[in-house]
């Protein structure tokens, strides 16, 4: 079993639906949350970054983290065709040296 | 851009040869950590280095090192090339004392 699992789609909505991507996780030493979008040929960009349990607002995305379900969020409201990307969740732990990432969600959002 | 420069951005080489990756950032972080990600797969951690040293190493044979330069620059070196090496490698900066990292635009190597 992978330590973070995740949906790998594809994701197809409309624009200007409220999206919502998820992850789940094994370790219960994770303490820090990351979402990451990557366009197609680049890099994961930051998205938004959570420590511990709770809600993080950022614009039109929302993070939310459920540690005692082990269970990550991520919504995008007012979604765009802009948004069409690869959503990837990635987390670490205190000391730790690496993000753990789950496979990744491929988003597309139709015009 | 990302501020996070990766040299070259496409590499084809054959089975059993070497390869060196390069990476550089211009803020001049000191901690740099390179990820492995296959075609359809999330990134999977290979090392990091912190001032000059290796400072954690996952799943990865020894076939694959690194070195960090006084600059914070790094390579990436990769032996004795396999066909299951072919992806998209990617360094990373770390941001601050944070753990979200600045992330280059990866160099796509294809061994044939």
């Known amino acids: 079993q992978k330590e973070v699992e995740q949906d790998p789609g594809p994701l197809s909505v409309p624009e200007g639906a409220i999206v919502s991507l998820n992850c789940t996780y094994s370790n219960s030493a994770f303490q820090y949350f990351m979402w990451y979008r990557q366009y197609s040929r680049k890099g994961p960009e930051l998205l938004m970054y959570?420590?511990?349990?709770g809600n993080k607002e950022d614009g039109r995305f929302t993070a939310q983290v459920d540690k005692s379900s082990k269970y990550i969020s991520l919504f995008i409201r007012d979604s765009q065709p802009s948004d069409s990307a690869t959503y990837l969740c990635?987390?670490?732990?205190?000391?730790?040296?690496?993000?753990?990432f789950g496979q990744g969600t491929r988003l597309t959002i139709n015009p | 851009e990302t501020g996070v420069t990766q040299s070259p951005t496409h590499l084809i080489k054959t089975r059993g040869q070497q390869v060196t990756l390069r990476c550089s950032s211009q803020?001049?972080?000191?901690?740099v950590s390179w990820y492995q990600q296959a075609l359809g797969q999330g990134p999977q951690f290979i090392f990091q280095?912190?001032?000059?040293?290796?400072?954690g190493r996952g799943n990865f044979p020894p076939r694959f090192s690194g070195l960090q330069f006084p600059n914070y620059s790094s390579e990436l070196n990769v032996n004795a090339l396999e066909l299951d090496d072919s992806a998209l490698y990617l360094c990373?900066?770390?941001?601050?004392?944070?753990?979200?990292?600045?992330f280059g635009s990866g160099t796509r190597l294809t061994v044939v």
């Open positions: 990635a987390m670490s732990h205190q000391g730790a040296q690496k993000l753990v």
């Open positions: 803020s001049g972080h000191n901690t």
């Open positions: 280095y912190y001032r000059e040293e290796e400072n």
């Open positions: 990373a900066f770390q941001q601050g004392t944070s753990y979200g990292y600045t």
């Open positions: 959570t420590y511990s349990s």
